[in-house]
């Protein structure tokens, strides 16, 4: 039997991985790709806990966190072309120049 | 309708300040005096209603709103007109009407706008000190009280482009600063003890007190309010702006001097007489004061050469009289002479305007001599000024000044009589010699009549001994003077007859009267006891010695400045000591400087310049500027410019805060 608590530590272990990307992959495509893990992740959790509760309200937010999520990762994606052919480089730290 | 008297001249102001620069002369003028005039109208409908009623209930109140609200405390901006405020608006709005016709033809020679400003300020003059005396309650007449003295500042001022103009109007404006302190103080302390501003109110609850004989709050809230008396009436300790203020334009010194501000302060203790017969080493104090300062004045005027000068101190000098007759509880008689010195101190400022006139702004009597000849109106009317003044039987002066010296002889001050009385002496001493050295006696070498162009007064006299030679004169007179053109003859006229015929308003029983400005005046001073003192013997006697005092001190000026004027040199070499002392004024603006004006700016410079604000307040600002400056330069490296850095804090943070409440 499939309990709320095999989804939830799923959905933690699917973000902790997301989350990890995020901080090990040097490369920025790798990087969005791990914060889309991560919002599945968190996807999961409200479908799980709307199954739990028997309410409709968890997956109509999913809905709406998958539309953003298409959105960011179309503007994430350019952001990233245009990145690369200014610096001709995909690696995060080479974008450092915005600091003190 | 009571609000039209301060109503019209403020609307003229308004106007003159608004429109004054666009219009011609003639309609700034028309403004002023038509306000000024039509004031004087509604006046004089307002007192005649007043006369209509009962003795007893002779008050007019015309509340205009509601002022202030507080709780419990609520004060109207209401007017209120009674016997005493009915004498005080006569003699601004009729005097001062006298004044503005005067001055279209004295300031004729001011630009358009120079023009209209002197004229917008000399209606906000009067209708400050109107609403200063119509108020009904100590809050409505500190705002006329505070405003105659902005005004003053702003009149004696007038000719800003001049140092000592601009440095007397200061003067003007700080020390009655001072004793408006000491007047908001008295009032503070009179609320706290009265729980009311209302003259009638704390007249009321005062009235029910027994008069304090140790120094108690009513005694502490009249002395305070007698400090600001001393400022506007010019009284020692403060009396030192009134001389300094003859740098104004001389029908503003009129104005100051007779209407406006320095009768204030008298005005002030008659409004609050019940409160000030409850106090009774105040008033010793008030009398003590009076005398000193008449008689103080009264010795420097001896000496001065300056024709205003020597008119100022003998307002000093009146002004001491009255408060004399205040400090005796004579309240009639200081307000009767406050109304005929109005009129002749008018007179006399006038009259010496128009000599000043004539002689394109000399001032200094010494250069003047003969103009009797020259000048036959201003020379009569200002003789009839002078005898109302020295106290001459049959003008009012006379009838004024004798009421005080017996009021205070018969209520036992003794030693204030006798100083009264030598006042007296030297007011016609200095007055008569003023005569004489300006109208009579050769007429001195440099007194020559100098092109109209200049405007009269403007620089320093000594500006004007422009060689003879180059005097073209621009009406072709050649040497002869001018007299007084039309609308200052009319105001001389017209005030030389008030300083007769007033004086008869208060002829006293013995000479056949009734006594009647005493006795109008009554209901306002309530409860203080105006006891008719059945001395006809004593007061016949005192009459005979204070005319023989003024006609003493004609006759000594007469032998010293008509038939002998080397006597009174060498009289002035003998006690030249004593003529240095009166000529520096007994120093007294010397000591001022010593012991007040500079150890302030000692303090001010080296202590609070030098030390609070450049070591205490600068430091503490730049020092906060200097410890976020200094922090952020380290703070700022937390910036890295990495993203994944960003995140990490992100990351951090949020485990942070999850663990706080998971473990909490």
């Known amino acids: ?100 | 309708m009571l609000i039209l008297i301060p109503l019209l001249p403020f609307l003229g102001f308004l106007l003159n300040a608004s429109f004054g620069k666009r219009v011609s002369k003639a309609a700034a003028g028309a403004v002023a005096c038509g306000a000024m005039v039509g004031s004087f109208a509604v006046s004089l409908a307002a007192v005649w209603q007043l006369v209509g009623l009962p003795h007893e209930s002779r008050a007019i109140a015309n509340q205009v709103f509601t002022w202030i609200t507080s709780g419990d405390f609520t004060a109207a901006f209401t007017l209120r007109l009674d016997p005493l405020s009915s004498v005080m608006i006569l003699v601004i709005t009729g005097i001062g009407s006298l004044i503005h016709i005067y001055s279209t033809a004295y300031m004729h020679e001011e630009s358009d706008s120079e023009y209209a400003r002197y004229f917008s300020y000399l209606n906000l003059f009067a209708a400050f000190m109107l609403v200063l005396v119509l108020g009904s309650n100590f809050l409505v007449m500190f705002v006329g009280w505070e405003g105659v003295g902005l005004c003053s500042y702003l009149l004696i001022g007038f000719w800003y482009q001049k140092k000592s103009a601009s440095d007397a109007g200061k003067k003007a404006f700080i020390v009655n600063r001072i004793g408006d302190f000491g007047f908001v103080l008295g009032v503070l302390l009179l609320f706290v003890r009265f729980g009311s501003v209302d003259f009638q109110e704390v007249a009321r609850a005062a009235s029910t007190l027994s008069p304090e004989t140790a120094f108690g709050t009513v005694s502490w809230i009249t002395l305070l309010l007698f400090v600001g008396a001393t400022g506007k009436s010019a009284q020692i300790p403060l009396y030192i702006w009134l001389p300094d203020a003859m740098e104004g334009p001389t029908p503003v010194s009129a104005l100051i001097h007779a209407a406006t501000m320095v009768t204030a302060g008298v005005y002030m203790i008659g409004r609050n007489a019940v409160l000030f017969g409850h106090a009774p080493q105040t008033l010793a104090i008030v009398a003590v004061i009076g005398a000193a300062t008449a008689l103080m004045a009264g010795t420097i005027g001896l000496v001065q050469n300056d024709i205003k000068r020597v008119l100022a101190y003998s307002t000093v000098s009146q002004l001491g009289y009255m408060f004399l007759a205040m400090g005796v509880g004579a309240y009639g008689a200081g307000i009767f002479h406050l109304y005929t010195h109005a009129f002749f101190k008018a007179l006399l400022f006038l009259g010496s305007g128009a000599v000043i006139h004539a002689l394109a702004g000399e001032q200094d009597l010494r250069k003047m001599g003969g103009l009797k000849k020259d000048l036959p109106i201003t020379y009569w009317t200002f003789l009839i000024g002078a005898l109302a003044i020295a106290g001459v039987p049959g003008f009012a002066g006379f009838f004024s000044k004798d009421e005080i010296l017996f009021r205070t002889y018969a209520s036992g001050h003794t030693i204030l009589w006798v100083v009264g009385l030598l006042t007296s002496l030297l007011t016609a001493t200095y007055m008569f010699r003023l005569v004489f050295m300006a109208f009579h006696g050769p007429r001195a070498e440099q007194a020559r009549p100098l092109p109209d162009g200049v405007g009269a007064d403007l620089g320093p006299p000594s500006g004007h001994h422009a060689p003879p030679a180059a005097a073209g004169h621009a009406h072709g007179h050649g040497d002869h003077l001018h007299d007084a053109p039309p609308a200052m003859a009319f105001a001389l006229v017209v005030l030389a007859v008030g300083s007769v015929v007033t004086g008869y308003a208060g002829l006293t029983t013995l000479l056949g009267g009734r006594d009647l400005f005493a006795h109008y005046l009554e209901p306002s001073f309530g409860a203080a006891p105006v006891e008719e003192v059945a001395q006809h013997g004593l007061e016949g006697t005192l009459m005979l010695v204070s005319i023989a005092a003024a006609v003493g001190g004609i006759g000594i000026a007469a032998y010293f400045f008509l038939k002998n004027r080397r006597a009174a040199d060498q009289m002035a070499e003998r006690f030249s000591g004593l003529r240095t002392l009166l000529v520096n004024k007994y120093y007294v603006d010397e000591i001022y400087d010593a012991t007040v004006v500079q150890p302030i700016r000692i303090v001010s410079q080296e202590g609070l310049w030098k030390v609070v604000d450049v070591r205490l307040i600068d430091a503490a600002v730049n020092g906060v500027g200097e410890t976020i400056a200094g922090s952020s330069e380290r703070l700022r490296h937390i910036q890295t410019g990495s993203v994944r850095a960003y995140a990490a804090s992100v990351f951090f943070g949020a485990v942070a805060i999850l663990g706080y409440y998971l473990w909490q």
Do not use: C
Request: hydrophobic share 60%.
């Open chain 1, 1 to 100: 039997m499939v309990t709320l608590n095999h989804y939830l530590i799923l959905s933690a272990i699917l973000f902790a991985i997301g989350t990890a990307g995020v901080f090990v992959r040097r490369n920025l495509i790798t990087i969005l790709l791990s914060i889309e893990i991560m919002l599945n992740a968190v996807n999961l959790t409200f479908v799980a806990f709307g199954r739990a509760l028997g309410s409709a309200d968890g997956q109509i937010i999913v809905f709406f966190v998958m539309t953003v999520a298409a959105a960011e990762a179309a503007v994430g994606l350019a952001i990233v072309i245009s990145l690369f052919r200014h610096k001709e480089s995909l690696n995060p730290d080479s974008f450092a120049s915005l600091k003190w």
